[in-house]
């Protein structure tokens, strides 16, 4: 259902940090997105449950996951997108033999859909929150204790807080609960940041951010709940500085991802600022990935996000 994937330790970001950069490249995933973690878990769960269909709303890597999870458990999957989905992702989706139906102007409309398709026979899939996907995105940090890393810190991007409760839930399960996590978004789609600074959960008019895998209007409660627990740090980065990260990940390590992935490689920078983390010598790098985007496409962003370039 998903893969031990690399642990590398990047010179060039550790070289520029001062500091040993290991990233945990989950966009080396069959899916390219660390999803198929959970998403593969709660799958396998709900098929022993009875589930006989697995169905999904997202378009994105959450949707790619549901279907190669079905694939792979030989359960048919319903993704429901709207008509904002690209052919590509939508192409992707079909590849993993799923049936994609476009339903709707936006994804609230399609995700209605999908809930209303649901039978009793059917498992739906949320992309981030169920205890079952944080149960297996944990997996990511026990693979890091088991190759003996043990990490000052660890950096990774929030959309609706599902990988943060995985990665906290792997550190506690590792006896880590006291290592700090960096929670990092984008402007735009910084409902997190948000919700912290408000001690409760907020909820985005909209999402402005090109990072759309970050783009949950609010995050899950757990998510929230868990700064209360343990140490939580939040960064947010501009949509141009996410692009960066990504730039340098292609240009250092020869690895596309989405901004999303990109916006925790660009918090990087921000860390030395966070008095807590000074004197952090191992931070792990959650190279979380995406499928959602190309070379072509991140210059065409970093193009758009240039300040420098007039735009009509
Ligand atoms: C899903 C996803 C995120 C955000 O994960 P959440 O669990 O929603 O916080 C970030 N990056 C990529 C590439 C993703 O697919």
């Given at each position: ?76 999957v ?24 476009v ?52 950096v990774?991007s ?37 919700s ?5 959960r ?9 990072a759309?895998?970050l ?7 757990e ?10 740090a ?12 990504c ?66």
């Open positions: 259902m998903y893969i031990e994937t690399p642990l590398v330790e990047s010179r060039a970001l550790s070289e520029r940090l001062g500091k040993s950069v290991w990233m945990k490249i989950e966009a080396m995933q069959p899916t390219g997105s660390f999803k198929a973690r959970g998403i593969g878990h709660a799958c396998a769960v709900y098929k022993e449950r009875g589930a006989r269909r697995f169905v999904s709303s997202s378009g994105g890597n959450a949707g790619l996951a549901v279907a190669y999870a079905g694939r792979k458990l030989g359960v048919p319903l993704v429901v997108v709207p008509e904002t989905t690209s052919e590509r992702a939508k192409h992707l989706i079909g590849m993993e033999n799923a049936e994609v139906v339903h709707g102007k936006s994804w609230d409309e399609a995700n209605r859909f999908a809930l209303a398709s649901c039978t009793s026979a059917d498992a739906f899939l949320h992309p981030f929150d169920d205890p079952l996907l944080w149960e297996g995105h944990a997996t990511m940090i026990d693979e890091v204790a088991r190759a003996r890393l043990e990490p000052d810190a660890v990774l929030v959309g609706g807080g599902g990988l943060l409760c995985g990665v906290a839930e792997g550190l506690r399960r590792n006896g880590w609960e006291r290592v700090p996590i960096v929670a990092v978004e984008t402007e735009g789609a910084d409902s997190y940041a948000r912290l600074a408000a001690g409760e907020i909820e985005l008019s909209a999402i402005t951010s090109i759309t895998s783009g949950a209007r609010s995050v899950c409660a998510a929230l709940a868990l700064a209360k627990l343990r140490p939580v939040s960064i947010v980065v501009s949509d141009r500085q996410a692009v960066a990260g730039f340098e990940l292609l240009t250092e390590h020869r690895i596309v991802v989405e901004p999303a992935c990109g916006a925790s490689v660009a918090a990087l920078d921000a860390l030395a600022q966070e008095a807590e983390l000074r004197d952090a010598r191992n931070i792990l790098l959650i190279v979380c990935g995406g499928v959602g985007t190309s070379v072509d496409q991140l210059n065409r962003w970093r193009t758009a996000t240039d300040p420098n370039t007039e735009t009509a």
